[in-house]
């Protein structure tokens, strides 16, 4: 039986004279056959669990993983009879993944090592179709393992790539998506094109001319809404609408804008930073219109931590800057608290007037505005 065993893995994964598992490379411990026999106990007895393979935890232990990590993540891979490490590990290094790399990739996720050789090198060749390099992809497995090995469907990925581009998407909005959210294309075809026909559907009922450059600018700024619900997607639609008080035309340059990039975040959080926000800017004087227009005008007020959004409003308010000035320009408070006190700090020192000048130098980037800074201290 054992020598069926090793034909079988022989076949999985061939090792030729440019194999990357040779003894000068790797211990002779991992050139063993991943194999457990099972008892008649064993087989007799479906309540009893497996004992872990031996052979496969000396594989990976030489190889530098984390046992007690892959355990706790996946444990009944550990207990699997074949299984196809030394391909997989063979794969990895032959597309630059150094040891260290690949350890780490099976530890947070011993998953990847039931899949065949044809698998990964199939799934490599289609994600080649959207990266230019080996390395990029290399490096999104080691961020996210789960998102390159999860899936075993590798024609469903096909599918998903096809669907994508069908849409408009460019092969650049398709490398971004595939970096930041590998998992829409893990996703079912069906889940995807459910969440696309709600966003068409959405659009017809908001009379957008062009529904289908609506349904494409809200994916490409925020691809996670094809990982979620369309019940929480429309959850959040409705809340920003009776929230806000928004027309269709209010909701349509909202959700084209930044308002997608937190159109898949839980309405419940966002319902409570709306709450605190609202509160905090009506007591400073501003009318119900004036907090619909900062929301509008700064979406990551619905999801930035409220206590530290109002500590910034606080900072500037003190430095004698008006809560109308703050509003006219809030991505001010895109920057930190302690940013912005040096940043007043400097333009105090040369007496800048932000009631005459207002706030606008302290939107800008470091280089803007220390090249302002300059000028100011050169009385320009």
Not at 26 to 33: E, M, N, R
């Amino acid at each position: 039986m054992a020598g069926r065993v090793a034909t079988q893995v022989m076949r999985l994964c061939p090792m030729g004279r440019h194999s990357f598992f040779t003894p000068n490379n790797f211990p002779a411990a991992l050139l063993k056959i991943t194999y457990l026999s099972s008892s008649s106990h064993d087989q007799s007895t479906a309540t009893i669990q497996k004992p872990e393979n031996g052979s496969l935890i000396n594989n990976l232990t030489v190889l530098g993983v984390d046992i007690k990590m892959a355990r706790r993540r996946q444990p009944g891979v550990l207990r699997k009879s074949i299984t196809n490490e030394i391909c997989v590990v063979e794969f990895l290094r032959s597309k630059g993944a150094n040891n260290n790399a690949i350890a780490s990739i099976i530890s947070r996720y011993p998953r990847a090592i039931t899949r065949s050789s044809s698998h990964v090198e199939e799934r490599w060749q289609l994600w080649r179709s959207i990266f230019k390099t080996d390395s990029e992809i290399i490096s999104i497995i080691q961020r996210s393992p789960e998102s390159y090995f999860r899936s075993s469907d590798n024609e469903n990925l096909e599918k998903n790539i096809h669907f994508l581009r069908s849409l408009g998407l460019t092969a650049a909005d398709l490398h971004r998506m595939l970096a930041t959210a590998p998992r829409t294309f893990s996703n079912s075809l069906e889940l995807n094109k459910q969440m696309v026909t709600f966003l068409q559907d959405l659009a017809v009922s908001l009379a957008v001319q062009n529904p289908h450059e609506f349904v494409k600018r809200i994916i490409t700024k925020n691809a996670y809404v094809l990982i979620r619900s369309t019940r929480r997607i429309k959850a959040n639609v409705e809340f920003f609408t009776e929230a806000l008080k928004l027309s269709n035309s209010e909701l349509i340059k909202l959700l084209q804008g930044h308002g997608a990039e937190i159109l898949d975040l839980s309405s419940d959080y966002m319902k409570r930073n709306y709450k605190n926000m609202s509160e905090q800017l009506q007591s400073l004087g501003c009318t119900r219109e004036e907090v619909k227009k900062f929301f509008i005008d700064y979406p990551p007020a619905f999801f930035a931590s409220f206590e530290k959004v109002s500590n910034k409003v606080v900072c500037l308010l003190e430095k004698e800057i008006s809560i109308k000035q703050l509003l006219k320009k809030p991505r001010v408070l895109e920057f930190s608290a302690e940013n912005l006190k040096n940043r007043i700090k400097e333009l105090q020192k040369v007496g800048y007037d932000f009631r005459k000048h207002g706030i606008t130098i302290l939107d800008s980037s470091r280089r803007r505005f220390e090249a302002k800074l300059k000028k100011l201290n050169a009385g320009e």
